[in-house]
């Protein structure tokens, strides 16, 4: 989103969203934030009297996130919560049903004090879908939403009430987009999915990049040292938490004749369920999310990119659609990229279709160590997959003009309500 809305004019640029994920939020883009916590955003009893308590307000920049009761919760009551708390309810039928955000006098007042005029929406809950609605009946101005991963598939998927659920869900959705003027999706799979899904005509947005942070020049495609290093860089989780597993327990038992192979892993996601395992795998290592700049650099002190996504069942279902961010910024970096992942993804399908990647679509140890000897050994190949991803990413995800269509789109939708 950051990379999406670069360039905007920071006082016509307002986030409203829930404390939960007001983590690491920044203002080098947006500086006006609006936190909904204690007075709109409301848990039912008796589940109001474990939940930490938010205060609502726009955030303040020059002190720490306007959290109330002080420091963030141990790493003890994050597990409890994430780990039980979450799916304990979910399993019950309770989980949907147990949150609703609602309008207060100071939510409203700021809202007729900064007067908007396009509604940007990504929303993947009941509460936030029902939030969305009444936002915008509200407001009374156009609508954006932004689809990003197919949640709608995934969102309920646990215990004996997960139809009801995902019929009433799926309801409340196709009510919320019958309401909404412009639809934006991550990827061509995903657009031609919806259409089908939701006879709706969605417009694909990639993660745009900008040219300038990656050298025209690629990086020598050689066979010499001793060491091959293999890099991912991102989140762990549904989507990829197996996948990453996988080929984390294969690293530690692949062996090359000429290379020692190592596998580091770069994420803020230290403490997700699987992490903790990979750490201890022989050639693996875990390391801190760095910063946004620094990643062309680090990418470039790599022999190899991968792109993992699941092959369990309900991994495919969330991420069938969905084209990672970092797929466009791996493409322009000049370093060949291994695609991990299943045949029906987007991301393999965007790979195979323009030949710019090995795509591994089995999740056989024989399929990986037939990649990894032809990824290490053939120089010419590496060399070609390189230039056809390179020249690709320059064409597609140029961010200057990707940004002037999605600004573009969006400006043309503004109103002005408020004279």
């Given at each position: 989103?950051?990379?999406?809305?670069?360039?905007?004019?920071?006082?016509?640029?307002?986030?409203?969203?829930?404390?939960?994920?007001?983590?690491?939020?920044?203002?080098?883009?947006?500086d006006t934030y609006y936190q909904l916590g204690s007075e709109e955003y409301r848990w039912k009893f008796p589940f109001s009297l474990v939940q930490r308590k938010f205060s609502s307000g726009l955030v303040?920049?020059?002190?720490?996130?306007?959290?109330?009761?002080?420091?963030?919760?141990?790493?003890?009551?994050?597990?409890?919560?994430?780990?039980?708390?979450?799916?304990?309810?979910?399993?019950?039928?309770?989980?949907?049903?147990?949150?609703?955000?609602?309008?207060?006098?100071?939510?409203?007042?700021?809202?007729?004090?900064?007067?908007?005029?396009?509604?940007?929406?990504?929303?993947?809950?009941?509460?936030?879908?029902?939030?969305?609605?009444?936002?915008?009946?509200?407001?009374?101005?156009?609508?954006?939403?932004?689809?990003?991963?197919?949640?709608?598939?995934?969102?309920?998927?646990?215990?004996?009430?997960?139809?009801?659920?995902?019929?009433?869900?799926?309801?409340?959705?196709?009510?919320?987009?019958?309401?909404?003027?412009?639809?934006?999706?991550?990827?061509?799979?995903?657009?031609?999915?919806?259409?089908?899904?939701?006879?709706?005509?969605?417009?694909?947005?990639?993660?745009?990049?900008?040219?300038?942070?990656?050298?025209?020049?690629?990086?020598?495609?050689?066979?010499?040292?001793?060491?091959?290093?293999?890099?991912?860089?991102?989140?762990?989780?549904?989507?990829?938490?197996?996948?990453?597993?996988?080929?984390?327990?294969?690293?530690?038992?692949?062996?090359?004749?000429?290379?020692?192979?190592?596998?580091?892993?770069y994420t803020n996601d230290n403490k997700e369920l699987g992490v903790g395992k990979m750490m201890r795998y022989k050639g693996v290592n875990v390391f801190s999310a760095v910063s946004y700049d620094q990643?062309?650099?680090?990418?470039?002190?790599?022999?190899?990119?991968?792109?993992?996504?699941?092959?369990?069942?309900?991994?495919?279902?969330?991420?069938?659609?969905?084209?990672?961010?970092?797929?466009?910024?791996?493409?322009?970096?000049?370093?060949?990229?291994?695609?991990?992942?299943?045949?029906?993804?987007?991301?393999?399908?965007?790979?195979?279709?323009?030949?710019?990647?090995?795509?591994?679509?089995?999740?056989?140890?024989?399929?990986?160590?037939?990649?990894?000897?032809?990824?290490?050994?053939?120089?010419?190949?590496?060399?070609?997959?390189?230039?056809?991803?390179?020249?690709?990413?320059?064409?597609?995800?140029?961010?200057?003009?990707?940004?002037?269509?999605?600004?573009?789109?969006?400006?043309?939708?503004?109103?002005?309500?408020?004279?």
């Amino acid at each position: 989103m950051s990379n999406l809305y670069m360039n905007w004019d920071k006082d016509k640029l307002a986030v409203i969203a829930t404390g939960h994920v007001m983590n690491g939020i920044t203002n080098d883009i947006c500086d006006t934030y609006y936190q909904l916590g204690s007075e709109e955003y409301r848990w039912k009893f008796p589940f109001s009297l474990v939940q930490r308590k938010f205060s609502s307000g726009l955030v303040a920049f020059d002190q720490s996130p306007i959290i109330s009761g002080g420091r963030k919760g141990s790493d003890l009551r994050s597990f409890l919560v994430d780990k039980i708390f979450y799916p304990t309810l979910e399993w019950l039928g309770c989980y949907h049903s147990a949150v609703r955000i609602e309008f207060s006098d100071k939510l409203k007042d700021w809202l007729f004090e900064y007067k908007p005029e396009v509604l940007y929406i990504q929303a993947s809950t009941l509460d936030t879908l029902l939030f969305a609605i009444e936002l915008k009946k509200f407001l009374e101005i156009p609508s954006v939403f932004h689809m990003m991963d197919d949640w709608p598939s995934t969102i309920s998927k646990r215990g004996p009430f997960r139809k009801y659920w995902q019929k009433r869900i799926e309801n409340v959705l196709k009510h919320l987009l019958d309401m909404t003027d412009l639809y934006l999706s991550i990827s061509e799979a995903m657009s031609e999915e919806y259409k089908i899904r939701y006879g709706k005509t969605f417009r694909p947005f990639h993660n745009p990049i900008d040219l300038d942070r990656f050298s025209s020049k690629d990086k020598p495609i050689t066979s010499h040292g001793k060491r091959f290093r293999i890099l991912y860089l991102g989140r762990v989780g549904t989507a990829n938490r197996q996948s990453l597993l996988r080929f984390a327990s294969f690293i530690s038992q692949y062996s090359h004749s000429d290379k020692s192979v190592e596998f580091d892993i770069y994420t803020n996601d230290n403490k997700e369920l699987g992490v903790g395992k990979m750490m201890r795998y022989k050639g693996v290592n875990v390391f801190s999310a760095v910063s946004y700049d620094q990643v062309p650099n680090l990418m470039n002190s790599y022999d190899l990119l991968i792109l993992p996504l699941d092959f369990t069942k309900s991994g495919l279902k969330f991420s069938r659609y969905s084209m990672p961010t970092k797929a466009s910024e791996y493409m322009a970096s000049g370093i060949p990229i291994l695609i991990f992942a299943p045949y029906e993804t987007a991301i393999s399908r965007f790979f195979l279709k323009y030949q710019c990647g090995y795509c591994v679509n089995s999740p056989e140890k024989d399929s990986l160590e037939k990649a990894m000897n032809m990824l290490i050994s053939d120089n010419d190949y590496r060399s070609l997959i390189v230039e056809r991803a390179k020249k690709l990413a320059f064409q597609l995800f140029d961010g200057d003009r990707v940004r002037s269509d999605f600004q573009s789109l969006i400006s043309q939708l503004a109103v002005s309500r408020w004279d």
